[in-house]
């Protein structure tokens, strides 16, 4: 039997995040995937700050022209 469950590993256990009916000391497989989110490489909230400041100044002092054009959501996906 094949099923496809979340858990989340906790003080060195798997948890699943729904009811899941095996007996007790079934063995299982797992395929363990990367978190979704990376945790960010600067943590310092200063240094966040300053690292915002300086690409907002950037956006301000480039902006995108009137002219530029516009495109839409096939577009930037290449679909036909």
Do not use: W
Not at 20 to 41: F, M, T, W, Y
């Amino acid at each position: 039997m094949n099923r496809r469950l979340t858990a989340i590993y906790r003080e060195g256990g798997f948890f699943p995040q729904q009811p899941c009916d095996l007996p007790e000391e079934s063995e299982v497989s797992l395929i363990v995937q990367g978190p979704s989110k990376r945790p960010p490489e600067i943590t310092d909230p200063e240094e966040i700050g300053r690292i915002l400041q300086m690409v907002t100044e950037r956006m301000r002092r480039n902006p995108l022209p009137t002219q530029a054009p516009r495109f839409t959501r096939d577009d930037l996906h290449g679909r036909p």
